[in-house]
């Protein structure tokens, strides 16, 4: 049986997967110097494997990324923003920005800001991908089930 | 304003087509239009965070609520009011919209904060915190603690979904029936 949409279909979501992953990273990576954030960019990753999904099929997007790989990435997510913060309190209190500001305007700048966006980026962009394929698999379970 | 008075109508028209609609697939698409047209909303108002939030998880609900309609069919719902229930929610609309009337007039004007801890955050939080995009400062350093609330929210919420909708589970479910 096939699997997935048709040919051009594929071979588009080919070309257009990589663009939209940068697009998501710098989304996130920006989120202290343009609008945007961990919570938009994670959500865009997500919709990354979810087009793959939609034009490859879950067996071969299930190859990429799992879901015990993605519910195991969107707990070390919400680890890691419990860790930074409670990082605040090697400066005195929880959610202290205590590394250096740096200059406003760089990548490297603000502190705790750009790990707290990876950390929700990690959390919101697996989970939701996990989300979906468990929601997809069910139904085709109740749909057989049905038949 | 007049932009934004007449995409509020049009969102308010798509959300009385999304909800009178019978065709499940057209419904959906009119959800849409409202979520597409509170994103430009977000948009005149300058908001462009929110702009951007909105924008991703209207497509992520949109697609995830496309599959969920054509994936099986769903029963008739249900027609054919009665006119007491009309009358119910025309008086329960009244109230609420005079009592709301009469809470909006004592409300500060738009885009003049009643409190003045906003002053502050726009005035030193980029000598506090270092980052330029002011909302991010706000929900990842003088707010993060309610950043980490929302945070703990959604895992519950994603790892409550996966725990129900497990295959394991079901399985035995239904091999005990049948035994």
Redesign the interface.
């Known amino acids: 049986m096939r699997v997935g949409m048709s040919p051009i279909v594929k071979t588009v979501t080919r070309v257009a997967i990589g663009i939209i992953f940068l697009y998501g990273l710098y ?1 996130v990576l920006h ?7 961990g ?2 960019g994670g ?2 990753l ?2 990354v494997y ?1 087009l793959y999904v ?1 034009a490859f099929g879950k067996e071969e997007a299930e190859e990429r990324l799992s879901k015990s790989w993605a ?1 195991a990435l ?1 707990s070390l997510g ?1 680890l890691m ?2 860790a930074v ?1 409670l990082a605040g309190f090697a400066g005195g209190y ?2 202290l ?1 205590v590394l250096p ?5 760089e990548i490297l ?5 750009p790990l ?2 990876l950390a ?1 980026m990690l ?2 962009g697996s ?2 991908f ?3 394929l ?6 085709v ?3 057989k ?2 038949e | 304003m007049l932009e934004l008075n007449l995409l509020l109508i049009f969102m308010a028209v798509g959300a009385i087509i999304a909800v009178e609609n019978h065709n499940l697939l057209s419904s959906v698409i009119a959800v849409g239009a409202v979520g597409f047209g509170l994103c430009i909303v977000f948009l005149l108002l300058g908001a ?2 929110l ?3 909105q924008l ?2 209207e ?2 609900a949109l ?2 609520l496309i ?2 309609t054509l ?2 069919s769903v029963p008739e719902t249900y027609r054919g009011r009665e006119l007491h229930s009309y009358v119910i929610t025309v008086v329960f609309l009244v109230a609420v919209l005079a009592a709301s009337f009469f809470a909006f007039q004592s409300l500060p004007k738009f885009g003049y904060p009643i409190m003045s801890v906003a002053q502050t955050y726009i005035e030193e939080g ?1 000598q506090r ?5 002011l ?3 706000v ?3 003088f707010r ?2 309610d ?2 609330g929302e ?2 929210v ?2 519950t919420a ?2 409550g ?2 725990t129900v ?3 394991k589970g ?1 399985k035995k479910l ?1 091999e005990e029936d049948k035994a």
């Open positions: 989304i989120g202290h110097i343009t609008p945007g954030g919570f938009a959500i865009i997500a919709l979810i939609l519910s969107e919400a923003f419990l913060a929880f959610f920005n500001k740096g200059n406003p305007g700048s603000a502190g705790l800001i707290s966006n929700i959390k919101v989970g939701l996990a989300v979906f468990v929601l997809i698999t069910f139904s379970v109740i749909r089930e049905e | 462009p965070d702009a951007i939030t991703v998880v497509i992520l697609i995830i599959r969920a994936a099986k980029l915190t270092g980052a330029t995009n909302v991010t400062s929900i990842l350093d993060a603690y950043t980490l945070a703990t959604l895992f994603i790892v979904a996966i909708l497990r295959l079901r239904s």
